[in-house]
């Protein structure tokens, strides 16, 4: 249970609220690097309710920039994206990908443009995805480094990335990452029927009075200077995970040292809506079709709305879910069916999740399961609050390579 003045400020994004303040102190993935193609219209996107256009001009840079021309106002997604820059088409004023104005029709040949900027932000580009930093810089300060995660020397052969608009609070997709618990009940069809199955159930655990068996866990969460660890120990299995501040989550695939390893991050576009970013990666070798990755991100047709397949959900359709099924008791939640294992148990996640709306966390009766979840609030509150009491932002300058989650089976 959270105070009403913690539920906002662990769900407020804006630019004016603390945890908008603080989510701009971090590197965050903008879009997939495929998506923006050399010398085509930039692409409006929103973050934390803000508005930018990313572009690639015909050399191949990329840039992102408010997306307001600081003349009037126009919309530079209609810009052309000319060589070193984009042209407003509104008076032809051109900025180039720092920012600067460079060209202006409007004004004298021989005036001095070089005092006009707008809002351009430092790039990083790796494995598929473009990044920005999207803070204030005072008086011309650095922006950080950018962030080396456990992914980011690889070669692409090794990493597969996806995404996806979420129609719900950023923070949800965390919370049901935190919540392990669930994965036993909601996710109990989809995962006995999946690869990993047999490592996820020990088949000797408590039953439903209606007969679903689960493992009953025992969860520990501890603090680090980044965010927050997990353990998630039952019969079958111990799975570990590691949340980054301020909206990365690594968390258990496979079973195995060498197995696939996955991460999600959740990316505000507004207070209601989110973008997923899955990424699966294998640090010892390039990803094989036999691997986790391959096997539920290589028959998605598209890449950047992996969710396509499931359509609208909405409380008149009850979020997707095939009530049918689970009256011929076919199916325990009645999401079952998608092309892949990650979509089916994306489909019960996001009917679940987007169904909470803008949760009240003052009202819940929480379990002893959900200590994890206890622990992310906590995390973010505190973290928050301290960057606002004028401190370093948590973990912005770590060393997060060696940083992320396990899989072990063999307990028995
Ligand atoms: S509004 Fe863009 S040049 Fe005038
Ligand atoms: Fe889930």
Redesign the pocket.
């Known amino acids: 249970m959270l105070s009403r003045e913690n539920n906002q400020l662990i769900t407020e994004t804006g630019r004016d609220t603390p945890l908008g303040r603080f989510m701009r102190q971090y590197w965050i993935p903008v879009l997939r690097s495929s998506q923006v193609k050399p010398g085509a219209a930039p692409l409006r996107v929103t973050v934390m309710s803000d508005q930018y256009v990313i572009f690639r001009s015909p050399n191949g840079e990329v840039g992102v920039m408010n997306e307001a021309?600081?003349?009037?106002?126009?919309s530079?997604a209609m810009?052309r994206n000319e060589e070193n820059g984009l042209r407003?088409?509104?008076?032809?004023?051109k900025m180039n990908p720092a920012g600067q104005l460079v060209d202006?029709p409007?004004h004298p040949a021989d005036a001095i443009l070089h005092d006009i900027k707008t809002g351009a932000h430092p790039v990083h580009e790796g494995q598929g995805i473009i990044w920005a930093w999207l803070g204030e810089r005072t008086n011309n300060s650095s922006p950080p480094k950018f962030r080396a995660l456990a992914f980011t020397d690889l070669p692409d052969s090794h990493v597969i990335t996806a995404t996806a608009i979420v129609n719900c609070n950023w923070l949800h997709p965390l919370e049901t990452l935190w919540d392990v618990f669930h994965a036993q009940i909601l996710h109990n069809e989809t995962n006995r029927n999946s690869s990993r199955g047999k490592a996820y159930f020990s088949n000797a655990g408590r039953r439903t009075d209606s007969g679903v068996e689960f493992d009953y866990p025992e969860m520990h969460a501890q603090s680090t200077d980044y965010g927050f660890s997990y353990q998630n120990i039952d019969a079958a299995k111990k799975t570990h995970f590691e949340f980054i501040l301020p909206f990365i989550q690594h968390h258990a695939i496979a079973p195995g040292l060498t197995a696939d390893k996955g991460l999600q991050i959740s990316v505000p576009i507004d207070d209601d809506h989110a973008m997923l970013w899955i990424i699966f990666y294998n640090r010892h070798h390039p990803l094989q079709p036999d691997g986790f990755a391959l096997q539920n991100l290589a028959s998605i047709p598209n890449l950047d709305n992996f969710l396509e397949e499931l359509g609208e959900r909405t409380a008149e359709n009850r979020w997707g879910q095939d009530r049918a099924a689970v009256d011929r008791g076919e199916s325990f939640a009645g999401f079952g069916n998608k092309k892949t294992m990650l979509i089916n148990i994306f489909a019960e996640d996001l009917a679940v999740i987007e169904s909470q709306g803008r949760a009240d966390r003052s009202k819940e009766y929480l379990a002893p399961v959900d200590n994890a979840l206890v622990k992310g609030r906590k995390t973010i509150i505190d973290a928050v609050k301290y960057f606002e009491k004028g401190q370093l932002p948590l973990g912005r300058d770590s060393d997060l390579t060696n940083i992320e989650a396990g899989f072990e089976v063999d307990r028995k």
């Open positions: 021309c600081p003349h009037r106002g126009a530079l810009a407003c088409v509104y008076h032809g004023w202006a409007t």
